[in-house]
Nanobody, 114 residues
Framework: QVQLVESGGDLVQPGGSLRLSCAAS????????MRWYRQAPGKERELVAH????????NYADSVKGRFSISRDNVKNTLYLQMNSLKAEDTAVYYC???????WGQGTQVTVSS
């Protein structure tokens, strides 16, 4: 059974950093495309970052390029999102997603506020 569990969300001041984790079970993260999405209150869910299964390059929404970095640890079977230089507009619930299975985690709340 495919399961995704996000963690790492928190309240952080503007300019701060967070690292989100998505612990996966039921499949191997290195073998599949994986993505991070976010949804702010009153807005649609949007794609933040994409990592291919093998080769290729990562992709990011224009709003986070140069600040966010997606990666995975194949030993821990975990997907990460390193978020730096956080802004108030990054406030949202963040979800990891595996398109092949249509699976979503429960989300983790990130709030950027002074």
């Amino acid at each position: 059974q495919v399961q995704l569990v996000e963690s790492g969300g928190d309240l952080v001041q503007p300019g701060g950093s967070l690292r989100l984790s998505c612990a996966a079970s039921g499949f191997t993260v290195s073998s599949y495309v994986m993505r991070w999405y976010r949804q702010a209150p009153g807005k649609e869910r949007e794609l933040v970052a994409h990592i291919p299964s093998a080769g290729g390059s990562t992709n990011y929404a224009d709003s986070v390029k140069g600040r966010f970095s997606i990666s995975r640890d194949n030993v821990k079977n975990t997907l990460y999102l390193q978020m730096n230089s956080l802004k108030a507009e990054d406030t949202a619930v963040y979800y990891c997603h595996v398109p092949t299975f249509g699976s979503w985690g429960q989300g983790t709340q990130v709030t950027v506020s002074s």
